[in-house]
């Protein structure tokens, strides 16, 4: 039972233009959610991040939105670098009790930008 | 430098046989997770402990061991149990946000 899924597994996009990452999750218990950027052979590390509280939450090129009515968010990332490159996580945490802190993972989305 | 150590990088092991992976923390993090990714699967928990000498099965704890008799060690062993032991394996600690190791890749052949 995928509780959070990325369900494009690639995206390409030109240098400069925007990409939009998507991620959907069943769990009504999560409240918080992460976006992670892993390089091969590497471990993720953290992006931006957003409490339910919120719709959006933005960090210089990169904004993430939530739908929570939908369990929708989505991660932009204007204007995309090549070095922006790499696959992209989503993640998602329930509010506390035994859970808290455990994160759950979407399949990640590998993004490429050309130049 | 405050980080998490992952070794080895690269690790082979022959079927049947049990070998352990190594994650060391000085970022002085109470809670420590093991994950495991595969190819189009996303990272999925093994294990986790919220605290010395504490530790909960995650998703996919079969075939899998740990200990945390120290705060900054939190060794994951692969049993020969494990059915799909080839894997990349993350550790990660947390105190407000997660932090990575760097993975090791194992490949039993």
């Known amino acids: 039972d995928q509780q959070v899924k990325q369900n494009s597994p690639s995206l390409s996009v030109q ?3 925007i990409s939009i990452l998507n991620c959907d999750y069943t769990n009504s218990m999560f409240d918080y959610f992460l976006w992670y950027k892993k390089y091969p052979a590497e471990g993720p590390t953290f992006l931006i991040s957003i409490s339910s509280i919120k719709d959006k939450n933005e960090d210089g090129r990169f904004t993430v939105f939530l739908n929570k009515s939908a369990k929708h968010l989505s991660l932009h990332i204007v204007p995309s670098q090549p070095g922006d490159s790499a696959v992209y996580f989503c993640a998602a945490s329930p509010a506390g009790g035994t859970s808290y802190g455990k994160l759950t993972f979407g399949q990640g989305t590998i993004l490429t930008v050309h130049p | 430098d405050g980080g998490i150590t992952q070794s080895p990088k690269y690790l082979f092991r022959k079927e049947g046989q049990n070998v ?3 994650c060391e923390q000085n970022l002085n993090h109470d809670a420590m997770y093991w994950y495991r990714q595969d190819p189009g699967q996303g990272l999925r928990l093994i294990y986790y402990s919220q605290i010395v000498n504490d530790f909960q099965k995650g998703d996919i704890a079969e075939g899998y061991s740990v200990s945390r008799e120290k705060k900054e060690s939190f060794p994951l062993t692969v ?11 993350l550790c990660a600690s947390r105190e407000y946000g997660y932090t990575f190791g760097s993975g090791t890749r194992l490949t039993v052949v």
Do not use: V
């Open chain 2, 20 to 22: 352990t992976l190594s």
């Open chain 1, 15 to 17: 240098e400069g233009r």
């Open chain 2, 79 to 89: 049993t020969s149990a494990q059915k799909n032991p080839t894997a990349f394996y």
